[in-house]
């Protein structure tokens, strides 16, 4: 009985191996290329990068480079994906019959435009109680506090702690630009080291230039 038992595994064993290598036999080997190209807009004037390109049924993939440009290996029939957010999502199958190893392909990319619909955000959960709550305004109160708002001292110490707006910052840059340009040949003198301006000086005093006129 145990013979018999052993002799059922091993026919069954060599009927399953039988039926895997017909399968594979069967099944034709997929040819791998090389996959390349260049990702640009719809204007196709600018390359896109940063773009996701894979095969869904693999599991691999790979990314477009600053210059729009990427390259993966794939099989001939893998259909490759294409995507990005804020672009139409696109997908290209690897034809069966190439002629070299290699694909090249160029593809434009068009914006994925949508509109969302209007959405109203309302203070008050129903209309009849926004109202209610305008007509209980106190005008008087709200007068006062935009006296108190626009108040010297606050307006003053508002302004105090103001940044810079772009308009200075432009101004201060070109200044600063300005003196580099005049620093150099070397630091500027200062006019009260000069003798010239001294001799200058003490004649003016000797004449009478700034005696004060009555």
């Known amino acids: 009985m145990k013979n018999l ?3 059922i595994l091993l026919v069954t064993a060599g009927f399953f191996f039988s039926i895997q290598e017909g399968v594979a036999q069967d099944a034709p080997e997929r040819k791998i290329l090389q996959l390349s190209g260049i990702i640009l807009n719809a204007d196709s004037t600018d390359a896109i990068p940063g773009v996701n390109i894979y095969v869904p049924r693999k599991g691999r993939g790979t990314t477009s480079n600053q210059f729009g440009y990427f390259s993966m290996p794939v099989a001939a029939g893998d259909s490759v994906v294409f995507s990005f957010i804020g672009l139409q999502r696109q997908s290209y199958v690897i034809p069966d019959q190439a002629r070299d190893d290699k694909v090249s392909l160029v593809l434009t990319m068009a914006e994925d435009e949508f509109t969302l619909g209007e959405i109203e955000v309302m203070p008050y959960p129903t209309e009849e109680e926004f109202k209610a709550a305008v007509l209980a305004i106190n005008l008087d109160d709200e ?3 935009g006296r108190g708002n626009l108040s010297p001292q606050l307006l003053l110490r508002w302004a105090e702690e103001m940044p810079a707006s772009g308009n200075e910052n432009f101004r201060g840059f070109q200044n600063q630009q ?3 340009l005049q620093d150099r040949h070397g630091p500027r003198s200062l006019p009260l080291l000069n003798p010239f301006a001294w001799r200058d000086f003490i004649r003016s005093i000797k004449r ?6 009555d």
Do not use: F
């Open 5 to 7: 038992y052993i002799a």
């Open 143 to 145: 007068i006062t506090l």
């Open 178 to 180: 300005l003196m580099q």
């Open 208 to 213: 009478g230039d700034l005696r004060r006129e």
